[in-house]
Structure formats: C-alpha cells, structure tokens
C-alpha cells in the first residue's frame, strides 16, 4: 500500500516464510528446501544481483538439503539465506 501511494516500486528481492508465535518466536516450516528452491528459480530467472535471499526460521537449518546451484549462488554470494530465531520490538527498530 505504501509503496503504490509514494508511486515508488519496493524492491522484492527478499522472501519471508513461517510465522511467529506470541512470543516473538519464529516457528518451523514444513517444504522449507522447495521454498527456497522455487524462489531461488524466480530470482535467478530475473537475474541474480547479490540482494535476493530467503529469511527462513532458524530451527529449519538442520533441514536443508539444497540442489547444487543454490548452493552454488550461496557460496558466491549471489542468493542469501537468512536463518531468524525471534522478533522483538528491538529487533523492529
């Protein structure tokens, strides 16, 4: 919404799964290899730059078992994968 009242585009280059509980915490997600796979395929169909990335919970880390491009585009820091643990009000701001 605020994008289209400034009449500026915002940059899409980040993905955000899960979801978080009343505590702030940020809660496991099933799929989490074909979430990254399929927008890791978006992004690198629109080009990859260095600012695209996933931000996925934490507690999926020990999940991943990524196809070797991705982890390709990782290492040359070119796609990013973000592991989050919490949100808080400080970590907002």
Do not use: C
């Amino acid at each position: 919404m605020l994008s289209a009242l400034a009449e500026v585009p915002i940059t899409q280059g980040l993905a955000v799964t899960g979801s978080v509980n009343q505590q702030g915490e940020i809660q496991a997600i099933g799929g989490v290899n074909q979430k990254i796979e399929g927008f890791f395929d978006v992004a690198k169909a629109r080009g990859l730059n260095g600012s695209q990335g996933v931000l996925i919970p934490a507690s999926n880390v020990k999940h991943l078992m990524l196809r070797r491009d991705v982890i390709d585009a990782v290492e040359a820091g070119q796609f990013h994968i973000y592991p989050v643990r919490t949100w808080t009000r400080a970590s907002r701001s």
